[in-house]
């Protein structure tokens, strides 16, 4: 399984950019499709952005489409969010996730500690 560990969150203000950053461990990176998730307060996991195992496909919830960013580093085992015109809606807890579509590949790994996003004035 991959492990993995999320960094870059904080609290912004409304319109503000934030990158997060998650360093995923174990041989089997490259082979998968990564995601990126959040919770927002008081309710479920939600899919927030997707990247297939060579970065030729990206695909984002609507929320976030033309705001958010998905790239990975294969060869340094990266995977970031770049967050820009972010909103208190955008609030919530952050996690990378290997991915089947908008859904975490459950079987591949097991859930990081995650990043607190708060986009707040």
């Known amino acids: 399984q991959v492990q993995l560990v999320e960094s870059g969150g904080g609290l912004v203000q409304p319109g503000g950019s934030l990158r997060l950053s998650c360093a995923a461990f174990?041989?089997?990176?490259?082979?998968?499709?990564m995601g990126w998730f959040r919770r927002p307060p008081g309710k479920e996991r939600e899919f927030v952005a997707g990247?297939?195992?060579?970065?030729?496909?990206?695909y984002y919830a609507p929320s976030v489409e033309g705001r958010f960013t998905i790239s990975r580093d294969n060869a340094e085992n990266m995977v970031y969010l770049q967050m820009n015109s972010l909103k208190p809606e955008d609030t919530g807890v952050y996690y990378c996730?290997?991915?089947?579509?908008?859904?975490?590949?459950?079987?591949?790994?097991?859930w990081g500690q995650g990043t607190q996003v708060t986009v707040s004035s």
């Open positions: 174990g041989r089997t990176f490259s082979n998968h499709t």
């Open positions: 996730f290997p991915a089947l579509g908008p859904l975490p590949a459950l079987d591949h790994a097991s």
């Open positions: 990247i297939n195992r060579n970065a030729y496909i990206t």
